[in-house]
């Protein structure tokens, strides 16, 4: 059951850590070496699996919009429905729920251990901050490869609808690019990447809080690392919603 | 006297080992309480650990020894009471004010707490790194001195998920070395090695002791090595200690329950 307590209480100590990791992001010495690390096994990493889900997410967005309406003719609209839905929605969430699963289940499973084999102490009692060591590093490289990843999904998708359109839908190649930059604005983009960097703070931060309070050993780490998957799809999700109409309110 | 390179620019490093540091006791520790829960793990904790003296802390398992240890540079913070190091309170700093004690007080965990990521030249390097201008022709040097103190020369390649046990606890050992310090806390530190390791882990202790002079204090539920290391030896028993004083004190002791935890006898709840 829910506790209320115990959900302030976490979430107290989320907005601590929130402040002392975006502290320690502005504050010297920036441990760049770390963070390009951590964007190659965030950003680079992730790529296959990113590109993956909105390719065949784009294909199968294509065949449904033609498939669905075909008395009216949508077909010729595929371009603008392929590039507003991925853009503007399924390629953050996505992307956000496929990366985000493996990355912060990674950053729990990593600071867990670390956590119960008594290495994170170690690094306290060296005279080292965690926070700055671990969890920066972390947030920093999510903060900046999720939107990349979003709009290299995007792109992929769109390329993925393209194909659909050509081989099986007879539309022509030069009539999809077209519909899909006429009607894709700077505000469909904005919204999708502005949507990223939220998702990319909730992903880093729950896998890293869960990670820094693992507790019981092995067990601990693996119900730590299965609530990191849960919360941060949940807080996804949910978020997207208020994002969403935030986005069209500021437009 | 010629300070370490790592410690000459930091006054509070050179603190305990400046002249006018002439007061005998090193910590003072008073009225410690610490709770989990409803239980009172510390209770009322007072004593005294003399600068350079090795203090070997006793107890059965559960008995609060480690978690005595961490309050000893502020890993852990008490409920009440305070944790005097060379005249400052450390219950009373921050995490960012502990920092410049922590430099002084090495901390050898129980499991040896290498990082896993790291092979054993970056774990001996990285408390040089963080925290000294050495450049690496001289970490490098550094980090095959600490090796050689504890007799793995050439072992820097090799990743902890390679070494035994007993290795990993040497290599912490050079690592907790690494910054020079004047305080050294070893949590259990022979805890799951056979007695032939448990005997080589307690000559390193005992002349890491003499060679550097540093304070140690070691909380252990071996006795052995507890004699081996100790100048003074502490009983841990229910929050407080039934006793504290030498070997010679501690052999004619008349307290119940120390002597029946040196002579191993079990305890009428254990038995029953």
Same mark, same amino acid.
């Given at each position: 059951?829910?506790?209320?307590?115990?959900?302030?209480?976490?979430?107290?100590?989320?907005?601590?850590?929130?402040?002392?990791?975006?502290?320690?992001?502005?504050?010297?010495?920036?441990?760049?070496?770390?963070?390009?690390?951590?964007?190659?096994?965030?950003?680079?990493?992730?790529?296959?699996?990113?590109?993956?889900?909105?390719?065949?997410?784009?294909?199968?967005?294509?065949?449904?919009?033609?498939?669905?309406?075909?008395?009216?003719?949508?077909?010729?609209?595929?371009?603008?429905? /392929?590039? &507003?839905?991925? =853009?503007?929605? !399924?390629?953050?969430? #996505?992307?956000? *729920?496929?990366?985000?699963?493996? @990355? %912060?289940?990674?950053?729990?499973?990593?600071?867990?251990?670390?956590?119960?084999?008594?290495?994170?102490?170690?690094?306290?009692?060296?005279?080292?901050?965690? /926070?700055? &060591?671990?969890? =920066?590093?972390? !947030?920093?490289?999510? #903060?900046?490869? *999720?939107?990349?990843?979003?709009? @290299? %999904?995007?792109?992929?998708?769109?390329?993925?609808?393209?194909?659909?359109?050509?081989?099986?839908?007879?539309?022509?190649?030069?009539?999809?690019?077209?519909? /899909?930059?006429?009607?894709?604005?700077?505000?469909?983009?904005?919204?999708?990447?502005?949507?990223?960097?939220?998702?990319?703070?909730?992903?880093?931060?729950?896998?890293?809080?869960?990670?820094?309070?693992?507790?019981?050993?092995?067990?601990?780490?693996?119900?730590?690392?299965?609530?990191? /998957?849960?919360?941060?799809?949940?807080?996804?999700?949910?978020?997207?919603?208020?994002?969403?109409?935030?986005?069209?309110?500021?437009? | 006297?010629?300070?370490?390179?790592?410690?000459?620019?930091?006054?509070?490093?050179?603190?305990?080992?400046?002249?006018?540091?002439?007061?005998?006791?090193?910590?003072?520790?008073?009225?410690?309480?610490?709770?989990?829960?409803?239980?009172?793990?510390?209770?009322?904790?007072?004593?005294?650990?003399?600068?350079?003296?090795?203090?070997?802390?006793?107890?059965?398992?559960?008995?609060?020894?480690?978690?005595?240890?961490?309050?000893?540079?502020?890993?852990?913070?008490?409920?009440?009471?305070?944790?005097?190091?060379?005249?400052?309170?450390?219950?009373?700093?921050?995490?960012?004010?502990?920092?410049?004690?922590?430099?002084?007080?090495?901390?050898?965990?129980?499991?040896?707490?290498?990082?896993?990521?790291?092979?054993?030249?970056?774990?001996?390097?990285?408390?040089?790194?963080?925290?000294?201008?050495?450049?690496?022709?001289?970490?490098?040097?550094?980090?095959?001195?600490?090796?050689?103190?504890?007799?793995?020369?050439?072992?820097?390649?090799?990743?902890?998920?390679?070494?035994?046990?007993?290795?990993?606890?040497?290599?912490?050992?050079?690592?907790?070395?690494?910054?020079?310090?004047?305080?050294?806390?070893?949590?259990?530190?022979?805890?799951?090695?056979?007695?032939?390791?448990?005997?080589?882990?307690?000559?390193?202790?005992?002349?890491?002791?003499?060679?550097?002079?540093?304070?140690?204090?070691?909380?252990?539920?071996?006795?052995?090595?507890?004699?081996?290391?100790?100048?003074?030896?502490?009983?841990?028993?229910?929050?407080?200690?039934?006793?504290?004083?030498?070997?010679?004190?501690?052999?004619?002791?008349?307290?119940?329950?120390?002597?029946?935890?040196?002579?191993?006898?079990?305890?009428?709840?254990?038995?029953?």
């Amino acid at each position: 059951m829910l506790d209320p307590l115990a959900l302030a209480r976490h979430t107290g100590s989320i907005a601590i850590l929130t402040g002392r990791a975006f502290v320690g992001l502005v504050r010297r010495p920036f441990e760049l070496g770390l963070w390009t690390e951590q964007m190659e096994q965030i950003g680079v990493r992730s790529l296959g699996v990113a590109g993956i889900t909105t390719i065949f997410t784009g294909m199968v967005l294509a065949l449904q919009t033609a498939f669905s309406l075909p008395s009216l003719g949508v077909k010729y609209y595929i371009g603008a429905v /392929v590039a &507003k839905s991925l =853009v503007r929605e !399924l390629g953050p969430v #996505l992307t956000a *729920l496929i990366v985000g699963g493996r @990355i %912060g289940a990674g950053m729990t499973a990593e600071l867990g251990t670390m956590k119960v084999t008594e290495q994170i102490d170690a690094l306290r009692s060296m005279a080292s901050d965690p /926070v700055k &060591k671990l969890v =920066v590093p972390k !947030l920093a490289a999510t #903060l900046v490869m *999720l939107p990349a990843l979003t709009v @290299i %999904g995007d792109f992929l998708g769109v390329l993925g609808g393209l194909f659909i359109a050509v081989v099986q839908l007879d539309v022509s190649a030069g009539f999809y690019i077209n519909d /899909v930059t006429t009607s894709l604005t700077l505000q469909d983009v904005a919204s999708g990447v502005g949507k990223a960097f939220f998702f990319a703070y909730f992903i880093a931060i729950i896998g890293c809080y869960n990670g820094l309070n693992a507790s019981g050993g092995a067990d601990g780490v693996g119900r730590a690392t299965t609530d990191t /998957v849960v919360e941060a799809a949940i807080l996804i999700l949910v978020s997207d919603f208020f994002l969403t109409k935030l986005f069209y309110l500021v437009a | 006297m010629t300070l370490p390179e790592t410690r000459r620019e930091d006054p509070a490093w050179t603190a305990d080992t400046r002249p006018e540091a002439t007061d005998p006791v090193l910590y003072r520790i008073r009225g410690l309480v610490m709770s989990y829960g409803e239980h009172r793990v510390l209770d009322d904790l007072s004593f005294d650990i003399r600068r350079g003296e090795c203090l070997a802390v006793l107890g059965r398992s559960g008995s609060g020894k480690s978690v005595l240890l961490r309050q000893l540079n502020g890993l852990e913070a008490p409920d009440e009471g305070t944790v005097e190091f060379d005249g400052t309170d450390l219950a009373a700093l921050s995490e960012y004010d502990l920092f410049p004690f922590r430099r002084r007080i090495a901390m050898l965990f129980q499991g040896g707490a290498l990082f896993d990521s790291m092979d054993v030249y970056e774990n001996i390097a990285f408390p040089m790194r963080e925290h000294t201008d050495l450049d690496d022709v001289e970490i490098a040097a550094k980090v095959a001195e600490k090796l050689g103190m504890v007799h793995l020369a050439g072992i820097e390649a090799k990743m902890p998920a390679d070494l035994s046990g007993g290795m990993k606890k040497r290599v912490a050992l050079a690592r907790s070395l690494a910054l020079d310090p004047t305080t050294v806390l070893f949590d259990e530190p022979t805890t799951g090695l056979d007695p032939v390791t448990s005997a080589t882990i307690g000559r390193l202790i005992r002349s890491v002791q003499t060679r550097l002079g540093v304070t140690s204090v070691v909380v252990t539920h071996d006795i052995v090595l507890a004699r081996r290391v100790g100048d003074r030896v502490a009983f841990l028993h229910e929050g407080r200690f039934r006793f504290l004083g030498d070997w010679a004190e501690a052999e004619a002791s008349e307290d119940e329950v120390f002597a029946g935890f040196l002579a191993g006898r079990e305890e009428e709840d254990d038995a029953a």
